[in-house]
């Protein structure tokens, strides 16, 4: 056999079967896809430095046969590109206004508490010192956002947490914007023409028609949502504009079989995106056994993605943001800044909670083990701790050093690394550990499939299915696509 | 560039100037040349006079001020056209035109390449070449959209193009200053620091990669490491905050690679602000290597649709310069420009009959033979 191991050199990528074919990533994400065949000649160093498959695989700097210096100096440009949601530290600053609630969903994991109890609410004096924090980050975007229980019952101290920001800002000067995530059965005039007036973003949410919403987002009473909420959304829309509104989805054993249903009724509802998320199984939906499996989840979550597609092929423009998030992730060489799959994890150093009694935490889901009684993700308190003790403690650091699928067992040596992220919390609510176990871990294997699904689509390179995709990422129409900028 | 000859008299010098047609003083008189059909005794104050009849010798040396008579074709010239006319000669070259949209000005006419298909003569620069240069700016109407710096190349001349982007600055500050360069010396980064201290909010460098591999590109700019300093170049000029274009000539050397030349585009120079593909002039080189650099459009259109489509789906400015619209899959149609100088620009007999000849770009004033036989009137 003759070997060219003299000609050129092999660089660092990551690689696995796919289908007939063998799948390579290099560090900057970028991939190629070549014959079993090929893989062999190229790792034998019997390629030829002039045929196609070797000078594909040296644009992507997975091979040279010349100088070593650009495609490095490249590689790790691209990959600090990748990782440019690192730069500016915590951006997404989630504050709980209350824990009180007029709803009682059932996959609720935020365990809402009755509307009555006043004690569960963020006091002004709290509020005042999250927001002394939140300035502190020195990220040059901030993002404000208003959840519960439900925000708009302790609307008085969201009133007072975006005057005293606005204040601040003025001295600061940062991209201020503000989220309120609500199920808008409270909203009325005055708070509408409050959200107006500060140009605050609604993010509210929808499980889909009214027999499937209603069957987990009821009142405390236990009657359905889904009338008022559908008015109130509209009311919403018509006053802030439609894109000023947003809708978030729960995938939960009721809906999993009907998620074109769910579909329907968000283009119904002129929203303009969906992001079919799956259940998160703390609090109430652990009990109330909404879950489903890896493969239920992911075979109706494909049959929906087609079908989502083809209503956009037919005219109708509705994103799906799972696969929007990871798509930018495969085709583009920028960051994503999707806090929920990044590595290192978004925990802390992306996003923070602060709770209503001031206590800080690396997510939402973090507070959740708090309220069951265990602390291990409590970054600290606004009334007792100083923001390095927040910032630079122990929690968030143990919490990012394990949280790098670049070093966790598996996520290693996949090549879908560049593509995925790691959720220690989840990790260690389910395994006690930080790190997790891939072969039984339903993020793992859920991210895993879908991440397949699409590089599969990206794969087959249909024209029709592309043009949406891109139009996905880039946020344009199809035809805008296919038209030159220029007119 | 336009060319125009006629008789030279009373100096042996060489002019630059801006086109009259308006014989009277104003205070614009002393920066232009007058264009006149006869010689009049009281036009004075002109750098020169150009005239269409021929006027006697006795005549001109009265008026004391260079003259060109029996200049042919002297209704070519337009009001506010800028000429460089040479009296030892005659010869006057439009150095400017004021109703184009393809003006520049030639920065050097030397390289620190040798592309295999450079359409242009390469020389020593002369040592005034700057000065005229500078001069030139100077007398271009304010309200010019774009202007091209070409070569040659014009990073060799240091800082002398610095001095030039000044007078660009200063004059035309609202001009888009094109430099067409290969990018080699902006591997300095002191150099492309000093260039970006200018603050020219209007300043693009158009820079050409051939290939997406540096083998391919260098065997094409005939030059070792060129895909290396460019591409360093090109990010450090990034870094900067510069402007930056990419220039893919297409030829036999690279039109299979076009898709990947747009996806190494596409992940390596994101921030490139335009992307154009362009169609071989075939002068200078290009035309001596004419056998090994053709490929027929029909064979590189498919190859060009992709790599056009794959970078439109991507957000990216894309345009096509320099091709037919009869050899181009309607699908990137609305990506092809009118690319074409004026001076340069031609159309075949048989385009008479095409409907879309208003849209197309026409060719180089000469297409070799084995691309005519492509084209077809729509």
């Given at each position: 056999m003759i070997s060219n191991s003299s000609v050129y050199m092999i660089l660092p990528f990551r690689f696995m079967r796919f289908g007939l074919d063998i799948l390579i990533v290099n560090e900057a994400g970028e991939y190629v896809l070549i014959s079993g065949k090929d893989f062999d000649r190229l790792r034998n160093y019997?390629?030829?430095?002039?045929?196609d498959v070797f000078l594909n695989l040296r644009n992507k700097h997975i091979v040279t046969d010349t100088d070593l210096t650009l495609p490095v100096y490249l590689l790790a440009t691209k990959y600090r590109t990748k990782k440019s949601f690192l730069n500016d530290f915590t951006a997404l600053h989630i504050f709980i206004i209350t824990l009180r609630c007029n709803q009682k969903c059932r996959y609720c994991q935020a365990s809402s508490e009755d509307?009555?109890?006043?004690?569960f609410d963020m006091s002004a004096e709290t509020a005042k010192k999250c927001v002394d924090l939140v300035f502190r980050s020195p990220s040059p975007t901030i993002k404000i956002e208003f959840q519960g229980g439900e925000p708009l019952l302790n609307f008085e101290t969201v009133k007072y947490i975006v005057g005293y920001a606005k204040k601040l800002n003025r001295m600061y000067r940062k991209n201020l914007e503000f989220v309120i995530c609500t199920n808008l059965l409270g909203l009325n005039e005055e708070i509408l023409d409050y959200l107006e007036e500060h140009k605050i973003w609604v993010s509210t949410s929808l499980d889909g028609p009214r027999n499937l919403h209603d069957a987990n987002r009821i009142t405390r009473k236990g009657t359905g949502t889904y009338d008022l909420v559908m008015k109130n959304i509209r009311v919403a829309q018509d006053k802030l504009g439609i894109e000023r509104v947003s809708a978030l989805m729960v995938t939960t054993r009721d809906n999993v079989y009907k998620l074109n249903s769910v579909v329907d009724e968000y283009v119904n509802q002129r929203f303009n995106s969906i992001f079919i998320r799956t259940i998160h199984l703390y609090g109430r939906a652990a009990k109330e056994k909404l879950g489903y499996d890896v493969g239920t989840f992911t075979k109706n979550y494909k049959k929906t993605l087609d079908y989502i597609i083809r209503l956009n092929l037919d005219g109708v423009m509705l994103s799906e943001q799972y696969a929007t998030i990871i798509l930018k992730k495969i085709l583009t060489p920028f960051a994503t800044t999707f806090v929920d799959l990044q590595s290192p994890a978004g925990t802390g150093i992306s996003c923070v909670v602060y709770g209503y009694n001031g206590d800080v935490f690396v997510s939402d889901e973090a507070r959740m083990l708090s309220k069951m009684g265990?602390?291990?993700?409590?970054?600290?308190?606004v009334h007792k701790n100083k923001y390095q003790e927040i910032f630079n403690g122990r929690v968030i650091r143990e919490t990012v050093e394990n949280s790098c699928v670049e070093n966790m067992p598996l996520c290693s040596e996949c090549a879908f690394q560049m593509y995925c992220g790691a959720d220690p919390v989840r990790n260690y609510s389910i395994r006690g550990d930080l790190l997790g176990h891939r072969p039984t871990s339903e993020f793992h294997q859920i991210n895993y499939l879908v991440i397949r699904h699409l590089m599969e689509l990206n794969k087959q390179n249909d024209s029709d299915i592309m043009n949406v995709f891109w139009s996905w990422i880039t946020n344009r129409s199809i035809e805008e696509i296919k038209r030159s900028k220029r007119g | 560039m336009r060319e125009l000859k006629g008789i030279p008299l009373n100096s042996r010098a060489r002019i630059i100037g801006k086109i009259s047609k308006n014989s009277a003083q104003t205070k614009e008189t002393k920066s232009c040349i007058l264009v006149t059909e006869s010689i009049e005794k009281r036009i004075k104050g002109f750098r020169a006079v150009l005239c269409s009849a021929s006027i006697e010798k006795t005549t001109a040396l009265r008026l004391k001020m260079p003259i060109v008579h029996g200049v042919e074709n002297i209704e070519a010239l337009s009001e506010g056209d800028i000429v460089c006319v040479d009296m030892m000669t005659g010869e006057i070259i439009v150095v400017y035109e004021k109703n184009s949209v393809h003006n520049s000005i030639l920065a050097s006419t030397d390289c620190n390449c040798r592309c295999v298909m450079c359409p242009q003569d390469l020389a020593k620069d002369s040592p005034e070449n700057l000065e005229n240069n500078l001069e030139i700016i100077r007398l271009i109407d304010k309200s010019t959209k774009a202007l091209g710096i070409t070569g040659g190349e014009p990073l060799i001349l240091g800082d002398g193009l610095i001095r030039l982007l000044k007078e660009c600055k200063k004059r035309l500050p609202e001009t888009q200053v094109q430099i067409l360069t290969n990018g080699i010396l902006l591997k300095e980064n002191d150099y492309v620091r000093s260039i970006a201290r200018l603050r020219m909010r209007n300043l693009v460098f158009c820079v050409p990669l051939y290939a997406d591999t540096d083998t391919e590109h260098d065997f094409i700019m005939q030059r070792k490491d060129a895909f290396e300093d460019t591409i360093q170049g090109l990010y450090n000029l990034a870094a900067k905050k510069q402007l930056v274009e990419t220039r893919t000539v297409v030829m036999s050397l690279n039109y299979r690679r076009l898709p990947q030349i747009a996806e190494f585009i596409y992940r390596n120079l994101p921030f490139a602000i335009h992307v154009a593909f362009m169609g071989m002039e075939v002068e200078g080189q290009a035309r001596k290597n004419i056998r090994k650099l053709w490929v027929s459009p029909a064979e590189y259109a498919p190859y060009l649709k992709e790599a056009v489509i794959y970078l439109s789906r991507r957000n990216m400015d894309v345009s096509i310069y320099n091709e037919q619209l009869c050899l181009m899959p309607k699908e990137i149609w609305s990506f092809a420009r009118k690319s074409i100088s004026e001076w340069k620009n031609t159309y075949l007999e048989i385009c008479k009959q095409c409907k879309v000849k208003g849209e197309c770009g026409g060719f180089f004033a000469q297409p070799v033979e084995e691309h005519k036989r492509f084209i077809k009137p729509l």
């Open positions: 019997q390629l030829d430095t002039k045929e509307e009555s109890r006043l004690e265990d602390n291990r993700f409590l970054m600290g308190n | -």
